[in-house]
């Protein structure tokens, strides 16, 4: 079974980069044709797709955090990293990573990190 865990700080300041890395096992990140997502949820709202690094190193990005954000792998060590800078506090939010899986019209986020809470305060 693959398995993703995310690892990172658990506190971060205003004004800096977040650096989140998910580590996968059980399988490889540049097995054909999956994609390595960040999700995250800030508490009390909803899932919000942020990224991907797809497995032949192609990269994608949420409008809204496109100038910020910058996704990338290290597929020596089977991990693909986060990086969100400028972090504000409604950055704060439980963040994951998962495999998807895009099949014509249908999006699969099929397996998931447990998730890392990230709080950005002062």
């Known amino acids: 079974q693959v398995q993703l865990q995310e690892s990172g700080p658990g506190l971060v300041k205003p004004s800096q980069t977040l650096s989140l890395t998910c580590t996968v096992s059980?399988?490889?990140?540049?097995?054909?044709?999956?994609?390595w997502s960040w999700i995250r949820q800030p508490p009390g709202k909803g899932l919000e797709w942020m990224g991907a690094?797809?497995?032949?190193?192609?990269?994608a990005a949420s409008p809204p955090l496109k100038s910020r954000t910058s996704n990338s792998r290290d597929t020596s060590k089977n991990q693909f990293t986060l990086l969100l800078s400028s972090v504000t506090p409604e950055d704060t939010a439980v963040y994951y990573c998962?495999?998807?899986?895009?099949?014509?019209?249908?999006?699969?986020?099929?397996?998931w990190g447990q998730g890392t809470l990230v709080t950005v305060s002062s």
């Open positions: 998962a495999r998807v899986r895009v099949a014509g019209p249908d999006t699969y986020f099929e397996v």
């Open positions: 690094i797809a497995f032949s190193g192609s990269t």
């Open positions: 059980g399988g490889s990140i540049t097995t054909s044709y999956y994609d």
